[in-house]
Antibody, heavy 125, light 107 residues
Framework: QVQLQESGPGLVKPSRTLSLTCTVS?????????WSWLRQAAGERLEWIGR???????NYNPSLESRVTIGADTSKNQLSLKLASVTAADTALYFC??????????????????WGQGTPVTVSS | DIQMTQSPSSLSASVGDRVTITCRAS??????LNWYQQKPGKAPHLLIY???SLQSGVPSRFSGSGSGTDFTLTINRLQPEDFATYYC?????????FGGGTKVNIK
């Protein structure tokens, strides 16, 4: 069973860059998957940050695109998230998740079928 | 962005009850709608995809329906482990977006 595990600093100073890693216990190059980062501030809804596939192609949430870089290292089966110029509003529980693409009713749909446990990040001086 | 609105934001129910949660999209998303269950401090867990298909391993008391802009998640015969927050999510367009959640409390 593939598992995802997020890691990184739990505390980041304002204006700095938040850097997180997601280690996947399987081959991120196999199958029809993209790999996403999401976050959830306390008491708030989930927010999708962006995603990457094994070739390095990315999609980002326009609200964060100017500050976000997501990457994939297939040799290590790791995903990375960098979020620049953080503020207190970036304090949240950060998740990585696998997004599976399947053929459904003749079209391709996607679903987050596997998640990491999440890692909390606080932005504070 | 496609806005996802869930109702109610919370509800109280008893074990054995039938619970219905609704989700409305700000524009038509066909059947590009997923439902997740989340418990405090934990990652979400996929229940339903394509608006009505049960994810493998999910109990059959969970069901989904709808298309276009209006969707429903139904839990039949509520079990103690079902007390959690439920989120809908659209996969029709980037950015992927989630509803605000419905918290199911014990009555």
């Amino acid at each position: 069973q593939v598992q995802l595990q997020e890691s990184g600093p739990g505390l980041v100073k304002p204006s700095r860059t938040l850097s997180l890693t997601c280690t996947v216990s399987g081959d991120i190059s196999s199958g029809s998957y993209w790999w996403s980062w999401l976050r959830q501030a306390a008491g708030e809804r989930l927010e999708w940050i962006g995603r990457v596939d094994a070739s390095g192609s990315t999609n980002y949430n326009p609200s964060l695109e100017s500050r976000v870089t997501i990457g994939a290292d297939t040799s290590k089966n790791q995903l990375s998230l960098k979020l620049a110029s953080v503020t207190a509003a970036d304090t949240a529980l950060y998740f990585c998740a696998r997004e599976e693409f399947i053929v459904f009713r003749g079209v391709i749909i996607e679903k987050f079928d596997l998640w990491g446990q999440g890692t909390p990040v606080t932005v504070s001086s | 962005d496609i806005q996802m609105t869930q109702s109610p934001s919370s509800l109280s129910a008893s074990v054995g009850d039938r619970v219905t949660i609704t989700c409305r999209a700000s524009q038509s998303i066909s059947f590009y709608l997923n439902w997740y269950q989340q418990k405090p401090g934990k990652a979400p867990h996929l229940l339903i995809y394509g608006a009505s298909s049960l994810q493998s391993g999910v109990p059959s008391r969970f069901s989904g329906s709808g298309s276009g802009t209006d969707f429903t998640l139904t839990i039949n015969r509520l079990q103690p482990e079902d007390f959690a927050t439920y989120y809908c999510q659209q996969s029709h367009s980037i950015p992927l977006t989630f509803g605000g959640g419905t918290k199911v409390n014990i009555k």
